[in-house]
């Protein structure tokens, strides 16, 4: 498994459009949508028996949306489309979970990843460096 192919099959499971919920903010201000929490959610029950890649990547996905819908939203947005997806984002949510020391995540998966990162061409960084890689 590599990384892009997990992510690439985790974003079949959201909706190409996702509506900012005018109004539905939480006390801070920020804009949420109902819409992904609700595709969130069922993408992570469906998941559920997949690959740690696959779920890590439904993990990293939904937050480099989430991060998107705040940001658009502010903006005055009504609707964002998943193909704005910020995918740096998205790998960097993917590895700083990954890659923290305190992480559950088996030694081989870690390894696996890295290599893929190798091999794409990516600098290699050490457990627990992930927050650098922004």
């Known amino acids: 498994m590599n990384y892009r192919k997990a992510v ?8 190409s459009e996702l509506i900012v919920v005018e109004g539905v903010h939480s006390p801070d201000g920020i804009a949420r949508s109902s819409n992904l929490a609700a595709a969130w959610e069922q993408t992570e029950v469906q998941t559920k028996n997949w690959s740690v890649w696959h779920q890590l990547a439904v993990w990293a996905v939904g937050c480099a949306l989430q991060r998107l819908i705040r940001e658009e939203g502010a903006k005055g947005f009504q609707f964002v489309l998943k193909e704005m997806l910020d995918y740096k984002y998205a790998e960097y949510k993917f590895a700083e979970s990954l890659l923290t020391p305190n992480s ?11 290599r893929d990162r190798f091999f794409r061409g990516l600098p290699r960084f050490a457990e627990g460096r992930a927050k650098n890689e922004q």
């Open 104 to 114: 559950w995540f088996p030694r081989h998966i870690k390894r696996a990843y890295r």
């Open 8 to 15: 690439r099959e985790a974003l079949r499971f959201f909706p």
